[in-house]
């Protein structure tokens, strides 16, 4: 199909495990984003990217928290030593170009930590 | 920054009710304004948009009007469908500067036979 693709789709780790969560965008779309949406709650902003360039990280919530999109297009958001706080629906939306642009989103990857 | 108020829920509507999801927000420069959905198991899509003062913004009989004066995006359905059973977002974004949506908590509604 031609949506946001997350892989994968669901994922447990064991507290102190690193993983990392992968999002192909729709092809061409310049801006990229992930969020973070723990049970009941809205989504989180967590980084962006436009292109390869990461605009805003501001909310990554600790320094163990580390996305890249090298090339443009795929972008991975790995989390190292994970903690049970960590468990939550990581979402990656991608749009076409910046500037008030509808997001499109993926299905998401949940994520629980035990 | 920007922040958005959204009307907590759960909303219980029996079907063919009117519905009023309340919303609004405080935001830096001129917002473009958001309504999005969750329904069960799935991502979240965009439900409809407006991007300037007094704007209507509709789909699938779903509106919501962009009314700067009182910085409100109150999403309006004249009859709810059992289909319409989802969690809906209110969000702005700036026009300029950061790119990042801020979503609300979202109102959860549940449509009854």
């Known amino acids: 199909g031609a949506g946001v693709s997350q892989s994968p789709r669901y994922k447990v780790a064991k507290r102190g495990q690193d993983v990392a969560l992968r999002c192909d965008p729709i092809s061409g779309h310049v801006s990229l984003f992930w969020y973070q949406q723990a049970l009941g709650q809205g989504p989180e902003f967590l980084t962006y990217f436009q292109n390869e360039a990461q605009l805003d990280k501001s909310g990554l919530p600790s320094d163990r928290f580390f996305a890249e999109r090298p090339e443009g297009s795929v972008s991975t958001l790995k989390i190292q030593r994970t903690q049970q706080e960590d468990s939550a629906v990581y979402l990656c939306a991608s749009s076409l170009m910046t500037g008030g642009s509808p997001l499109h989103f993926g299905n998401g990857t949940r994520l629980t930590v035990t | 920054g920007n922040s958005v108020t959204q009307m907590e829920g759960p909303v219980t509507l029996s079907e063919e009710a009117f519905l009023t999801i309340n919303c609004t927000y405080t935001a830096t420069g001129y917002p473009s304004l958001f309504w999005y959905v969750q329904y069960p198991g799935e991502g979240l899509q965009l439900l409809l948009k407006?991007?300037?003062?007094?704007d209507k913004g509709s789909n699938k009989g779903f509106e919501a009007t962009y009314r700067k004066e009182t910085t409100s995006f109150h999403l309006e359905k004249g009859s709810v469908q059992v289909s319409d059973s989802a969690v809906y977002f209110c969000?702005?974004?700036?026009?300029?500067?950061?790119?990042?949506?801020?979503f609300g908590k979202g109102t959860k509604l549940t449509v009854n036979p």
């Open positions: 407006a991007t300037k003062a007094d």
């Open positions: 969000a702005p974004t700036p026009q300029g500067g950061s790119e990042k949506l801020v």
